[in-house]
């Protein structure tokens, strides 16, 4: 598989309409032939979440594509070579599990296009007459346009198109418009109820598109996908009577608790590999680094294979279907229809005082916890100066607890071998937990 990161907007043309001059276009422009059939689930989950796959005959990059949606007008697509099969490819179905929660893929209609290419300075514009047909309905036909490469260059390109009578096209895919579908989308608005959805919907889709990641097993997308379960359970916790999350918050903990190991084992790693790194050379006595390597492989080995049998079990794909149920129905309480900017205060207000609670009562790690639980709920409500003192909170709470976390794994390292090192390293940790929780402060 290779992936690459398209960044492209789309406009829509009148069949006779005339293109516009644009800067650095080459004279003579290429054709391309594209046979597509595009393959979604019975009741179009992978549209719905705005994902495509397709198999595609014609062109430079004929193959099969899984385009991932990442933001406005960008998408990551995912490719693998034609193998001959009018069945997706077994990597796509297993990447796209957390959409598809195991539903057949089968064809949904078949997309034709007759394609003129311009090369611009950094970009590419693409002409499309293209025919669309499906089982259940009658042929479509349209022409559309297609910008894609830097998006300065899109930037600059969107003037001329539009003047010219180009309108950018509200819907982000040719497979959208042929089953007249869009992905689906919570719109914030000025109620709490509403307000609080929307960021929920939010993070709840990009656990989706982390869980792509993840099955990649691209950088920091176990930790990204922790984020975003941390986030939804905090929203949900903090404005639990605005919203009840019933049975998701036990299971967005259990989640969560299945991704920490590994991104535990990132963050340690991470930590005493730097430690050892910034040591002078006589205080670094011994091979320490390969012992840290010996320790920290197979471990995280492991821990990867965990993530992905959590990630292919019944109990998570459930999961998954209850934040689709919970969505389509959120069990609103009567507080929901009050006005966001008034009520959502009241909520933050009481998880600010666990806080300081629990830091007087000397629970650091609990303190940080209720924080992060805070600074969450202040993202819902857009309070960015109180969001920003509560991530400062954490994020020194958060060195006492990599600090005591270090500890016994520095112990056990130094009991083995390279004792001198792990034995310094672990004073240090040691000292930086009693100097964090000198400093911290909360009200």
Partial sequence: MRTQREVERKYEAAPDADLPELAGATAEPRHETLDAVYYDTEDLRLIRGGLTLRRREGGEDEGWHLKVPVGEDTRDEIHLPLNGKEKPPKQFTDLTLGYTRGAALQPVARITTERTIWELSGAELTDDRVTATRPDAEPMVWRELE????????????????????????????????????PSRVEPGKRAGKTVVAYAAKQIEKIRYYDILVRQDVDDSVHQMRVATRRLRSALRVYRKIVSSGDLDAELQWLGKELSAARDLEVQSERLTKAVSELPVELAVGPVQA????????????????????????????????????????????????????????????????????????????ARKAAKRLRYGLEVQGSDKARKRAKAFTKLAGEYQDSVVALPLLRTLGMQENGFTFGLLYGREEANAERVTRELRWG
């Avoid at 920290?296 to 292919?312: G, I, M, N």
């Fill in 291 to 366: 012992q840290l390597v010996r320790y920290f492989s197979p471990e995280q080995a492991k821990a990867r294979k965990d993530v992905l049998r959590t990630l292919r079990s019944k109990r998570y794909l459930q999961l998954l279907d209850q934040l689709d149920a919970w969505l389509a129905a959120p069990p609103l309480t009567k507080k929901a229809s009050r006005k966001a900017a008034k009520e959502l205060p009241k909520h933050t207000a009481k998880a600010s005082d666990k806080v300081g609670t629990r830091l007087d009562a000397g629970e650091i790690h609990r």
């Fill in 147 to 182: 910008v894609e490469g830097d998006p300065a260059v899109l930037d600059r390109a969107e003037e001329p198109l539009r003047t010219a009578g180009f309108q950018r096209s509200s819907l982000p895919s040719k497979l959208a418009r042929a089953l007249d579908t869009k």
